[in-house]
């Protein structure tokens, strides 16, 4: 499944850290050096292969949609 749009991350345990990088807004280039030096996400390694837990992502990208809002 492609993850191009917020809620489908509701729907997958991991994703690409290229599709986290289109959903944050960073490159793809930027999210690898981050993700491998730990500074954003959470990343599930195996091997060289890297994956990003979806769960924590979603709330980090919906805490930050909601930090503009006043009630």
Not at 5 to 24: F, G, M, P, R, W
Not at 58 to 65: F, K
């Given at each position: ?36 030096a730990?500074?954003i ?31």
């Open positions: 499944m492609k993850i191009s749009k917020l809620e489908d991350l509701q729907c997958v345990a991991t994703c690409s850290i290229e599709e986290a990088a289109n959903l944050v807004g960073l490159s793809r280039t930027k999210a690898y050096e981050m993700a491998k730990g500074e996400f959470e990343v599930i390694r195996n091997g060289k292969r890297m994956r990003i837990k979806s769960r924590p992502l979603y709330n980090y990208l919906m805490g930050s949609a909601l930090d503009g809002v006043t009630s």
